[in-house]
């Protein structure tokens, strides 16, 4: 069973801790295309994925032979793709716009990062959020960066 594939947010609240999350937020000079800031996030990921273990796996306990400690287990199919999206906000304009893009950063930061799809596929435990043409939230769990 995946360490953090078990609903982290009853985790959370029965132990008191938090999932410890380095969130960056990227700023653009200029303005890029939706899809072609997608595809340069997906490109990049990708590359890193392919370069780094932790960025490709995720991790789980194993008791049978490692005393129970985390080994980091290769997620085995394509997942990049998914790990990079659009916010839904991301067309939305008006006077506010600075503030909801970053209204919209702060309900991502206060998410958990799950280690699971919704089809129950697993996921790395890092996420690339487009919130705009000039603004990407970069979300990784800071176990990948021990």
């Known amino acids: 069973m995946s360490a953090i594939a078990a609903n982290r947010k009853l985790l959370e609240e029965a132990l008191a801790v938090k999932q410890n999350v380095i969130n960056i937020i990227f700023y653009f000079d200029s303005n890029i295309s939706k899809e072609s800031t997608r595809l340069d996030f997906v490109h990049t990921m990708t590359t890193l ?20 400690e985390c080994v980091w287990c290769p997620i085995e199919r394509n997942f990049v793709d998914g790990c990079v999206c659009v916010d839904p906000i ?57």
């Not at 994925?49 to 129970?68: C, L, Q, W």
């Not at 304009?93 to 206060?110: F, M, N, P, T, W």
Request: with cysteine; glycine share 6%.
């Open 49 to 68: 994925a392919t370069k780094y273990e932790r960025m490709r796996s995720i991790p789980r306990f194993d008791v049978d032979g490692h005393n129970g």
């Open 90 to 146: 991301y067309d939305q304009c008006g006077e506010d716009y600075e503030k909801l893009v970053l209204e919209r950063a702060h309900s991502y930061i206060s998410q958990i990062l799950a280690a699971q799809d919704e089809s129950g596929q697993d996921m790395p435990l890092w996420r690339v959020i487009i919130l705009s043409s000039k603004v990407a939230l970069f979300r990784i769990d800071h176990c990948i960066c021990d």
